[in-house]
């Protein structure tokens, strides 16, 4: 399944505010968020809501987590001129969007969301045998469909609810998007384009629909997303009378994954809190200075004298990501040969580390010396991202006759 064009563009993420952010965070998603937010109109959000839906029990820790989160994205260079920057919660549209889409999202599509049983046998010590966990996906379906997010930059574990939410959309639009007439009107709006135009929509339409040609169906599209003289309904009507479903009210994400860059935490594993095996954004530098002089290397390093073997080396991985062609060979050999010793070969790692770190916290600094421009910037965000979700809550009470007669 495609997504209609209009809404291709707009990039939807949220993380949820578990305290300060660290390397991983930075190398596997901030640093996503920080080239996109040239490209694409850009949506990005503190998911405190979701915070809730596990940690309910401990909702003290959400103010200042959620405060740390917007500063780290700020140091990042997170742009709030670039983006819009916003907390979950201030938009309350979502959970009106989140209720609506409940009465048509079916209990087993929940139910057998990978994350949902995964979760509960990991997370023993928690209680997720709630109503609000089971609506987690749903939750985060409606943070994405109330902007019509084209794009949603996740890791591998969130694929799956983007999976969900295209098809919650599918069916928001199956049920909703058939209004009466609905192939009548189709066929006017198609007219609207012009002779020529609609002429070629319908044997693109026919091409697609009768012998499942992908071309055609991404042609057509082309061809509607140029049209300036149609109305974004009957736009959305023709994206949908194309593929077969109804009106296109709430579009189709897609999924971005990054570019898998997965940062190892100290111990080698994937950097995490859980794991206890991170280096924070902020840390002291001293502090970070030490944990890399101490972490674990390649085990069979016991004596300076004893060769090693980077693959087996937590440290190693840490080269791939900061140390250049020169560097890295020279780790390789050094390794192997016993010429290094590894507080050597961690110095390079060390300096990289500080060196990314360093203009990260000065930035950091600076935004805490100014609590109330960090304040007015996400009230700013608050309102335009608010003033988005209201455009879609409009036409998503509308088709769900939720009006006067
Ligand atoms: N579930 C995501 C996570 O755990 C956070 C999230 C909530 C999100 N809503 C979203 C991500 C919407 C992308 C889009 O990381
Ligand atoms: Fe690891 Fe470097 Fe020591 Fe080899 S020399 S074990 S790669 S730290």
């Known amino acids: 399944m495609s997504t209609p064009f209009p809404y291709n563009d707009r990039v939807i993420s949220g993380m949820r505010p578990t305290g300060r952010l660290h390397l991983g965070h930075y190398h596997g998603v901030l640093k996503n968020w920080l080239a996109l937010q040239h490209e694409h109109e850009c949506f990005f959000f503190v998911a405190d809501w979701h915070a809730l839906t596990t940690h309910y029990e401990e909702p003290s820790l959400i103010p200042e987590s959620t405060w740390d989160m917007v500063v780290d994205w700020l140091a ?240 190693w991985q840490f080269h791939r990501i900061y140390s250049d062609e020169g560097v890295k060979t020279w780790v390789r050999e050094g390794c192997r040969t016993a010429g290094i010793g590894c507080l050597d070969c961690k110095q390079p790692v060390i300096d990289a580390v500080l060196g990314e770190l360093r203009p990260i916290r000065e930035r950091a600094d600076e935004f805490e010396q100014q609590p109330d421009l960090v304040r007015n910037l996400i009230n700013d965000g608050c309102e335009a991202a608010r003033d988005a979700a209201r455009e879609t809550m409009e036409e998503v009470r509308h088709a769900m006759s939720l009006v006067l007669p």
């Open 76 to 315: 990042a260079g997170i742009s709030p001129g670039s983006a819009t920057l916003f907390i979950q919660s201030r938009v309350p549209e979502h959970a009106e969007l989140y209720l609506l889409l409940a009465m048509i999202a079916p209990l087993g599509w929940l139910e057998r969301v990978p994350s949902y049983k995964d979760q509960q046998e990991k997370l023993k010590e928690r209680d997720l045998a709630t109503y609000g966990f089971l609506g987690y996906p749903l939750l985060q379906s409606a943070d994405i469909l109330i902007y019509k997010g084209g794009q949603v930059p996740v890791g591998e574990d969130q694929v799956a609810h983007v999976e969900l939410t295209r098809e919650i959309a599918r069916r928001f639009n199956h049920i909703y998007g058939r209004e009466p007439g609905f192939e009548a009107l189709a066929e006017q709006a198609c007219k609207k384009m012009g002779k020529k135009n609609a002429k070629l929509f319908d044997r693109l339409r026919k091409k697609y629909r009768e012998q499942g040609d992908q071309e055609s169906l991404e042609v057509a599209q082309a061809l509607l997303e140029s049209q300036a003289n149609i109305t974004v309904t009957d736009r959305e009507r023709l994206f949908g009378y194309l593929e077969g479903g109804g009106r296109v009210i709430l579009p189709e994400p897609r999924a971005l994954l990054a570019k898998a860059s997965r940062m190892p935490g100290l111990d080698g594993q994937k950097m995490s809190k859980s794991y206890g095996n991170t280096l924070a954004l902020r840390d002291d530098p001293a502090d970070i200075e030490r944990a890399l002089r101490t972490m674990p290397t390649d085990p069979r390093r016991v004596r300076r004298t004893d060769p090693g073997d980077p693959e087996q080396c937590p440290v």
